[in-house]
């Protein structure tokens, strides 16, 4: 358990912006940082970050909350876990209640399995650098092929010694389980039930996500010996999903953001070959095909990539087919490829980093123009192929989202391919309305499909969508919502009007409302905490809520602190034009929200007190019904007419 005065401290110090900004490329926009959304896949950013409110809000999937938050939705960490990964990168001690490995793998599976996978990482760095096998052939081998001591020890490199369980018994003394073992994949079980290692006689490759913490292992075999596999990997676990890890993203995270590039490569020696260039920015998908959780990855940090390929002809050929979903997702590719028969390992080793940083900087292409020289150099003059492979072209454009950019492309390789640029045109538009009709047709098949039976005979989705939507208007969650808002953003503040002395925004707003009911559950909710909290003499803050227990409370105070649009500086700074915001005349914003509140409680029980006239039969009761009509309507009245008049003012 850590105590809370360490819990304060942790939460005082974790600055918002620099722990989202360690996972999503974040850049400026008026008040607020923006980026795209870790949690769903999106093209435009709809992430925002306030700085002064310490809070992150999605307006595309709606996820939002502090620094703690973040790293709980993101990490899939539990609360203490997610408070000690503050800690440490803030290098705050956390006290707290001694805990063994045998108690923390009773506490929580996920944390065993990455508390064993490091366990492993240090096993086999340890035995590359300190064991007698380990530097005679693991070291050795490492050195041989070019790499410096930095380098290896940036990577936490390793070696696993070629015997038959050297660290399943080892992990096995330390109190590791066997089960933990097994899920990681460090060991297999064999029919008799003995244990084994996976990875025994092999140089270590540790796998981070990109928080640092190792998930998993690449290994490669020494051997020449064709019947074993050069390269074996840790097998999918509850922290490894190889679809969704980049190799090398922990160490290159940093460079990505400031260099607004990422490198793309195929496996671990590329990525530490690229490095020892001293180019930092680099990724490996780590030999499989490269998927679109991986893309996203790199979106997060930036919207460029350039892919180093190997000169091989077949292989260049056959991963263009895979890096149109690149294109789709809205990022800039480029490409460069090495002579024939390097890779960007073999290359960087054969002509040294200085020549290696030149080649790829000069050698750099546009994606789409890269491919289309590669494929008319195979197809040659033969017009049928020439046709399939400007029609292939033409795909790949029309999945570049941005207009202005596929339009550029178009005339470029309009060029390039001796074709009208107008026919290039028309063949991007009929692929691009093929596929918006092919889209549509789909979200009609599946609105039919989850439409009640009633709707069914509408004459089209939309029609049947629009039957489906809940008229909101009977309610007041609106007006509600904006109370809560008020208290929130302005709550603290004094009250500058009227005469009226030593009271804050938030209590006059409460004193406001002792007759209004709120309907709202989540509203009243905090509308009781807060009046609670000022009958014990204390003023609640924004941030009480926002780090409530009560998750639905917190994601509300969120969404009503947060905004996806700021009043750009350059209305004045250049047109001179002055537009006034809410905190210039806080009177009329405060009585404005609660009169608008009240006016539409009182407009109800006119809607009410209209129905029960109507169906009342007996003459002295409509008689009553009518008094009470009037009474309610001139207090109807005067709202509208203090609403009318405080707005103008």
Request: negative net charge; glycine residues 6%; charged residues 25%.
């Amino acid at each position: 358990m850590i105590n809370r005065e360490t819990v304060d401290k942790i939460t005082e110090t974790a600055r918002i912006e620099e722990v989202v900004g360690d996972f999503v490329h974040l850049k400026k926009r008026g008040t607020s940082l923006i980026g795209n959304c870790p949690f769903h896949g999106e093209k435009t950013p709809s992430f925002h970050v306030s700085v002064s409110k310490g809070i992150y809000k999605c307006f595309g999937c709606g996820k939002g909350g502090d620094s703690v938050r973040f790293i709980m939705e993101h990490e899939k960490y539990s609360y203490p876990e997610a408070l000690k990964f503050l800690a440490q990168k803030y290098n705050i001690e956390v006290e707290e209640t001694v805990e063994t490995p045998q108690d923390i793998e009773a506490q929580n599976a996920r944390e065993s399995l990455y508390i064993v996978s490091q366990f492993a990482a240090n096993y086999f760095e340890e035995q590359l650098w300190n064991s007698d096998e380990g530097k005679a052939i693991g070291l050795s081998y490492f050195k041989e092929r070019g790499f410096r001591e930095d380098i290896i020890k940036k990577f936490n490199l390793g070696y696993s010694p070629d015997v038959w369980d050297a660290l399943t018994q080892n992990a096995l003394k330390n109190k590791h389980a066997e089960s933990y073992l097994e899920k990681t994949g460090l060991s297999i079980k064999n029919e008799k039930g003995q244990l084994f290692d996976r990875f025994r006689g092999r140089v270590m490759f540790p796998i981070h996500n990109f928080t640092g913490r190792v998930i998993g292992f690449g290994g490669r075999t020494l051997k020449t010996d064709k019947k074993v596999a050069k390269y074996v990997n840790s097998p999918e676990s509850d922290i490894y999903h190889k679809s969704k890890v980049l190799y090398g993203l922990f160490q290159a995270k940093k460079a990505i953001r400031e260099q607004d590039n990422c490198y793309l490569v195929e496996g671990y020696a590329d990525v530490l070959a690229v490095q020892q260039a001293h180019i930092e920015n680099v990724v490996a998908s780590s030999g499989t095909s490269l998927t679109i959780e991986q893309i996203r990855l790199i979106s997060r940090f930036t919207q460029n990539v350039t892919i180093l390929y190997d000169g091989d002809a077949a292989g260049i050929k056959a991963s263009l087919r895979g890096l149109d979903m690149i294109l789709e997702d809205g990022l800039n590719v480029k490409v460069v490829s090495f002579p024939e028969g390097d890779d960007p390992d073999s290359y960087m080793h054969k002509v040294g980093a200085g020549a290696f940083k030149t080649y790829i900087e000069e050698n750099r292409q546009d994606f789409i123009l890269y491919k289309a020289n590669i494929l008319l150099a195979e197809a040659g003059k033969d017009p049928i192929k020439r046709a399939g492979i400007i029609r292939d072209i033409v795909e790949s454009i029309a999945k570049i989202p941005d207009s202005i950019k596929a339009a550029v492309f178009i005339r470029e390789c309009s060029n390039l391919l001796a074709i009208e640029e107008r026919i290039l045109l028309n063949e991007l538009n009929t692929m691009r309305t093929t596929k918006l009709k092919k889209n549509t047709s789909s979200a009609r098949q599946s609105t039919y499909q989850d439409a009640p039976p009633e709707n069914l005979f509408a004459e089209d989705a939309e029609v049947a969508s629009v039957a489906n939507v809940v008229d909101t208007t009977t309610t007041d969650d609106l007006q509600e919502q904006e109370i809560v808002r008020l208290l929130l953003s302005f709550g603290h503040e004094l009250v500058t009007w009227d005469e009226i002395d030593n009271m804050y925004i938030g209590s006059f707003i409460m004193q406001n409302l002792t007759d209004v009911a709120f309907e709202n559950l989540l509203c009243k909710k905090i509308i009781d905490r807060y009046r609670i909290e000022i009958e014990n003499g204390l003023l609640p803050t924004a941030n009480q809520f926002i780090k409530s227990d009560d998750y639905d409370i917190a994601d509300l105070a969120i969404t009503l602190s947060s905004s996806p649009y700021s009043l750009s500086e350059n209305w004045y700074n250049k047109h001179n034009i002055y537009v006034r915001d809410e905190t210039v005349n806080l009177k009329a914003t405060i009585l404005g929200g609660i009169y608008h509140l009240k006016k539409r409680k009182v407009d109800r029980m006119l809607l009410n007190l209209l129905k029960e006239i109507k169906i009342e039969t007996d003459h002295a009761n409509q008689e009553i019904l009518m008094q009470r009509y009037s009474i309610i309507k001139s207090v109807e009245k005067e709202i509208s007419k203090f609403l009318g008049s405080v707005i103008l003012k």
